[in-house]
Each structure stands twice: as C-alpha cells, then as structure tokens.
Nanobody, 124 residues
C-alpha cells in the first residue's frame, strides 16, 4: 500500500510562489510515475504535471507550463511542485498521485494511489 502525504499549501497573493511536497511511504518510490492534479470546487480533477520514474522526463498542462516545475528526489521518496507567478485561477486542492503500472499520462484514472490533498488559495 502506497501512502502519499502532501504539504506546503497555503494562501498567497497573485504573483507569489509556493512549493508543494508529497512524501511517499515504502521503498519502491523510484518505480512510480508521479503526478500532480488539482480540483477546484465543483470541478473535476485537473491534470497539472507528471514526472517519470527517473525524473528525466516531465510533462505539464498548458495552463501551468512555464510557471510550475515538477521534480522528485528518489532518495527522499518525495516529489515537489514549485509554483511561481500564481494566479487566482490556480486556487484548488492539489493532490499528488502515484502510477505503479503504466507509462505516465494526464488522466486521473491512470494513477492508482492518491494523497489527501493540500489547499492552495491565490487572492487577487
């Protein structure tokens, strides 16, 4: 069983930055594709970014490309999401997800394990 715990959310003004972290349990972290998703009230899960098992490949949603950076430290079992130039429309609960079997992707149903999420609120 993979347990994922996010941290680093909070309230920030537009133009500000936040760094989210997601710590994973277990010894197999380096075998998981990791992703970040977000969900605003009344909306579906929205793909944000994904990173390959080695960290050598990343992919972003168009809405965050150039502003957000996903990275991982396999020695620390942690994946990060650096968010810069935040906008009010980035307000959502951000969740990390792990894909054990597969070759990454941007659909929520491709990821088997999910964290509880951390709230990010961006004010104008």
């Amino acid at each position: 069983q993979v347990q994922l715990v996010e941290s680093g959310g909070g309230a920030v003004q537009a133009g500000g930055s936040l760094r989210l972290s997601c710590a994973a349990s277990g010894r197999a972290f380096s075998t998981y594709v990791m992703g970040w998703f977000r969900q605003a009230p009344g909306k579906e899960h929205e793909f944000v970014a994904t990173i390959s098992r080695s960290g050598g490949s990343t992919y972003y949603a168009a809405s965050v490309k150039g502003r957000f950076t996903i990275s991982r430290d396999n020695a620390k079992n942690t994946v990060y999401l650096q968010m810069n130039t935040l906008k009010p429309e980035d307000t959502a609960v951000y969740s990390c997800a792990a894909q054990v079997i597969g070759m990454a992707g941007s659909r929520a149903d491709q990821y088997e394990h999910w964290g509880q999420g951390t709230q990010v609120t961006v004010s104008s």
